[in-house]
């Protein structure tokens, strides 16, 4: 399988200042069974994009806001690191504007006099790739707690070791994604929550990634966890999956074009937004502005990872996990992500909170990067209970 996106229902916003001309050409799409919303400038496009997801755009160059509103919007989007499948609808004395439309990121063009022929092969043709896209985007740009599980889901071939290693990813994706709300709500957690994530199940982060949403102000955060509770039903093909019995060809093939498409559409709004930085600080020198902080940058599957240098107003601990979302700063991880330096320079090992032992210490327990579990011998309860610590 070339990629995921299966025959989930894909969304299209159709950007032109003549309504008439994109639904006319809006009707060759719907019978391919797209869903389609229209806009008529660059400006709601943009914001319709910081709200929502969609599978491609078609953007008409010549419309407000100026002369060339379509340009405006693809360097817009440059700006903000949004990301979208953009296919250009250009008049035939555009030429020049186009070019530079596909230097900007667009994807490819539609002639508009030759849109009754080419637009809905185009169109096709440019889902199709971005669709191949996503998978590497997802190895190779997302947090590594995410890249990881997708790098392995790649390498497997056969119908059920996919569908274990897709469900097995989602759930690791629900359960950071999760960690990273309890991180940015920067709430200590209450003896009820620590109750009931003492052992988590997939539903149970599914749950904190819902009743964040209410308790974290940024925007690309907030779309990050709808896009985590977007795996919710992959809960219950899990646990059929674990409690069933044995399963025959037709309903692994079932559940796997499931969870494949959920895999997707997950990507896919990962990708849409400004990418999220993982990093563990290593060093820092205070400039007399800034802490001018060295890190290693905690992205894709691999086995060493960059470092990089950047002025950071407030000191960060070195050697703790931390991230940055959307417009806000660097929010600690730790002790719900924890990370140790291995032998091999730029690489490091990562360790998911998973629970909390029932011993004396209450000791806390995580889950490695290769899936083994274990229990930390010096963090415990008390350590998710210390004011500014998650």
């Given amino acids: 399988m070339s990629h995921w996106a ?21 009707k060759l799409l719907r019978r391919t069974g797209i869903q389609i919303s229209f806009c008529t400038n660059g400006d709601d496009a943009l914001r319709r994009l910081q709200e929502s997801t969609y599978d491609i755009v078609l953007l008409d160059l010549h419309m407000p806001p100026g002369n060339w509103g379509g340009l405006r919007f693809l360097e ?3 700006e903000t690191g949004l990301h979208a499948n953009v296919l250009v609808l250009s008049g035939q004395g555009g030429q020049a504007e186009t070019i530079k439309a596909i230097r900007l990121g667009a ?15 185009r169109v096709e043709a440019a889902l199709e790739a971005d669709a191949i896209d996503r998978i590497a985007y997802a190895t190779d740009n997302l947090a590594a707690p995410l890249a990881a599980g997708f790098a392995r889901l790649t390498h497997q071939r056969e119908p059920l070791p ?11 994706a629900i359960r950071f994604s999760g960690i990273v709300a309890l991180a940015l709500s920067q709430n200590v957690l209450t003896s009820d929550q620590l109750q009931q994530l003492s052992r988590p199940s997939m539903g149970t982060w599914e749950a904190v990634c819902r009743q964040a949403l209410g308790a974290v ?7 990050w966890l709808t896009a985590a509770s977007g795996l919710a039903p992959l809960i219950s093909v899990r646990n059929e999956l674990a409690h069933g019995g044995e399963v025959g060809q037709s309903w692994v093939a079932g559940r796997l074009a499931k969870t494949l498409e ?7 709004s990962m990708r849409s937004l400004p990418l999220a930085e993982v990093v563990v600080p290593t060093a820092a020198q ?25 002025p950071i107003p407030t000191a960060l601990i070195s050697g703790r996990v931390y ?3 959307g417009e806000g700063g660097y929010a600690c991880l730790w002790p719900l992500v924890i990370a140790e330096p291995d032998d091999a320079p730029g690489a490091w090992q990562y360790h998911l909170w998973d629970g909390i032992e029932r011993n004396r210490d209450r000791s806390l327990r995580y889950l490695r990067s290769n899936g083994e579990r274990f229990i930390s011998s010096t963090l415990s309860q008390a350590d998710l209970q210390s004011p500014g610590k998650v």
């Fill in 107 to 121: 994807r490819d063009f539609v002639i508009k006099d030759d849109a009754m022929e080419q637009l809905v092969p």
């Fill in 162 to 172: 996919q569908l274990r290693a897709g469900l097995l990813l989602a759930e690791n």
């Fill in 6 to 26: 299966g025959s989930r229902i894909r969304r299209a916003l159709f950007v032109d200042d003549q309504p008439e001309v994109a639904r006319t050409l809006s």
């Fill in 286 to 310: 205070f400039t007399g502005a800034a802490f001018e902080t060295q890190m290693t940058v905690l992205s894709g599957s691999r086995s060493t990872y960059p470092v990089r240098s950047a």
């Fill in 323 to 325: 991230i940055r979302v």
């Fill in 217 to 223: 102000d940024d925007a690309v955060a907030r779309r």
């Fill in 262 to 268: 959920c895999l997707d559409q997950f990507v896919l």
């Fill in 76 to 78: 817009r989007l440059q």
